[in-house]
């Protein structure tokens, strides 16, 4: 069984048990939180699709930890003009366990 669901404006595709990287949230680490922007929820028999979210489901997650991934450089760069600019940039993240995919709708 697998879901999608939508965090932080991109779209992940979990399943049970899985740790997954995503964008920053604001809630301490250790604590439970659940997803109910749910898009689609599959298992072996069927596929259900919201319009555009399932109703009623939900996926329950618990926050491992918060950090940062490596910097990139971003380098702004016009020959002949004498500019150049350059800036580094470190996206923050945190790593979710997801613990349990609910699916209430129609069932």
Do not use: W
């Amino acid at each position: 069984m697998y879901a999608v669901f939508i965090s932080g404006g991109k779209q992940y595709r979990v399943k049970k048990n899985q740790i997954i990287k995503l964008e920053k949230l604001n809630n301490s680490p250790g604590s439970i939180i659940e997803f109910d922007k749910i898009l689609m929820i599959a298992d072996e028999n069927e596929i259900k699709i919201g319009k555009p979210f399932l109703h009623g489901s939900k996926i329950k997650a618990h926050i491992e930890n918060h950090g940062r991934l490596k910097k990139i450089k971003v380098i702004k760069f016009n020959r002949r003009k004498h500019y150049k600019k350059q800036q580094g940039h470190r996206q923050h993240f945190t790593n979710v366990k997801i613990l349990d995919i609910n699916n209430f709708n129609g069932k």
